[in-house]
C-alpha cells in the first residue's frame, strides 16, 4: 500500500482544512486507516483512525472539532478539520494497517497562526 496525503496549508485560527490520503493497492477496504501527527519537538501522536465497519475514534484534543471519513471506491481517506488551534501545528500524516502490516505516507504539514 502507498499512500499519498495533501490538503495541508497555511490558516488562521478558527480555520478549517481537509486532509486527503489516496491510496494503491486492492486491500484499502480491508485496511484500518487513519491520521497521525507530530509537532516540531514532540512524538507522533494518534489523530483519528477509522475501520473497515466505519467506527471512528479520535484523540480528545480534536473530538467534536475533526471528522475522518473514507471513500473505499476511491481509496481515500479523507480528515476534515474545523475550529483549527495553534496547537494543532504538525505535519499530518496518513496510516494504513492490516494486520500486522503498517503503511505510512509522506506527510502533509499544517499551520495554523493565531
Known amino acids: 500500500v502507498q499512500l499519498q496525503a495533501c490538503g495541508g496549508g497555511l490558516v488562521q485560527a478558527g480555520g478549517s482544512l481537509r486532509l486527503s490520503c489516496a491510496a494503491s493497492g486492492s486491500t484499502f477496504s480491508r485496511n484500518v486507516v487513519g491520521w497521525y501527527r507530530q509537532a516540531p519537538g514532540k512524538q507522533r501522536e494518534l489523530v483519528a483512525t477509522?475501520?473497515?465497519?466505519?467506527?471512528?475514534n479520535y484523540a480528545d484534543s480534536v473530538k467534536g472539532r475533526f471528522t475522518i471519513s473514507r471513500d473505499n471506491a476511491k481509496t481515500t481517506v479523507y480528515l476534515q478539520m474545523n475550529t483549527l488551534k495553534p496547537d494543532d501545528t504538525a505535519v499530518y500524516y496518513c496510516?494504513?494497517?492490516?494486520?500486522?502490516?503498517?503503511?505510512w505516507g509522506q506527510g502533509t504539514e499544517v499551520t495554523v497562526s493565531s
Open positions: 477509522i475501520n473497515i465497519y466505519g467506527s471512528t
Open positions: 496510516n494504513a494497517q492490516l494486520g500486522p502490516y503498517q503503511y
